[in-house]
């Protein structure tokens, strides 16, 4: 079964960035086909979306994000990125990506990222 693999996370101070990175085994041109999106789920509560960007770069943000996040992807890597900067102790969770629509993959592992105060 095809899972993404997320990377990046870590533990970060109150308004810090950090960068998230995301990466899809499989066949490049279905992967450039598809809109991809990252979630998060903090602990104790349900996955939520956070953002997706679709095949021709539309972008599209969960309210909380409030123009902090960026989303990008990088066909020739089968990569999807999230750029987070003003992190703040409700960003604290771990962060999966997959895709957007049917059929969506096998979710993978997983970055925790952990925003102190």
């Known amino acids: 079964q095809v899972q993404p693999v997320e990377y990046g996370g870590g533990l970060v101070q109150h308004g810090g960035s950090l960068g998230l990175s995301c990466t899809v085994a499989?066949?490049?041109?279905?992967?450039?086909?598809?809109?991809w999106a990252w979630y998060r789920q903090a602990p104790g509560k349900q996955r939520e979306f956070v953002a997706h960007?679709?095949?021709?770069?539309?972008?599209r943000y969960a309210n909380f994000v409030k123009g902090r996040f960026t989303i990008s992807r990088d066909n020739t890597k089968n990569a999807v990125y999230l750029q987070m900067n003003g992190l703040n102790s409700e960003d604290t969770a771990t962060y999966f990506c997959?895709?957007?629509?049917?059929?969506?993959?096998?979710w993978g592992e997983g970055t925790q990222v952990t925003v102190s105060s």
């Open positions: 960007i679709t095949p021709s770069l539309e972008t």
């Open positions: 499989m066949s490049g041109p279905v992967f450039a086909i598809r809109p």
């Open positions: 997959n895709a957007l629509t049917y059929p969506t993959l096998t």
